[in-house]
T-cell receptor, first 116, second 114 residues
């Protein structure tokens, strides 16, 4: 079946540095990828929708200059948290789809970011 | 706008007992509804989905859910809980189409007591 891989699964960084998280579709071409953020014991909040070859569409309240999303190929999307601060510490999850319709989403295992 | 409400952030059942996790939705268009399970520090795994076909949907691990339009509900059930069912469960809604933007509920943490 469809597999989405996220890397790294865990990352710890110092405040002020930038961190890149990769989301790869391993056995299918992902036309659209979604990035979610999940705070401890809370639900997933959609951050942005990323279509291959075009700029990401950010949800209201999400800083596009803070969370840079690149979807340069049909199998890779990256989320870069720039100038990270402790409040950016969270669990980031991507999902990918290869088809039109709402029933072909695959989620990655998530990336836990801790900013010291 | 679409939304889902999960009643009960924590549910505790005994092993072998019925599992009932509640989800109510709000949607101005026919919804697609989903239940996902999340184990600690992991991503989401799809349990089942409703996409306007049969109203009673059977999923993996013995779970099922029934779409009730009159009640705007999509509750998740399992006849007999197993210890391995302990996890966080999320209900989600989307209107379908090319965007596949899922709106998640706040989640229900299921504890299974021996």
């Amino acid at each position: 079946g469809a597999v989405v891989s996220q890397h790294p699964s865990w990352v710890i960084c110092k405040s002020g540095t930038s961190v890149k998280i990769e989301c790869r579709s391993l056995d299918f071409q992902a036309t659209t990828m979604f990035w979610y953020r999940q705070f401890p014991k809370q639900s997933l909040m959609l951050m942005a929708t990323s279509n291959e070859g075009s700029k990401a569409t950010y949800e209201q309240g999400v800083e596009k200059d803070k969370f840079l999303i690149n979807h340069a190929s049909l199998t890779l999307s990256t989320l870069t948290v720039t100038s990270a601060h402790p409040e950016d510490s969270s669990f980031y999850i991507c999902s990918a789809t290869f088809g039109v319709g709402a029933n072909v989403l695959t989620f990655g295992a998530g990336s836990r970011l801790t900013v010291l | 706008a679409q939304s889902v409400t999960q009643l009960g952030s924590h549910v505790s059942v005994s092993e072998g007992a019925l599992v009932l996790l509640r989800c109510n939705y709000s949607s101005s268009v026919p919804p697609y509804l989903f239940w996902y399970v999340q184990y600690p520090n992991q991503g989401l795994q799809l349990l089942l989905k409703y996409t306007s076909a049969a109203t009673l949907v059977k999923g993996i691990n013995g779970f099922e859910a029934e779409f009730k339009k009159s009640e705007t509900s999509f509750h998740l059930t399992k006849p007999s809980a197993h210890m391995s069912d302990a996890a966080e469960y999320f209900c989600a809604v989307t209107s379908g189409g090319a965007t596949n933007k899922l709106i998640f509920g706040t989640g229900t943490l299921l504890a299974v007591q021996p």
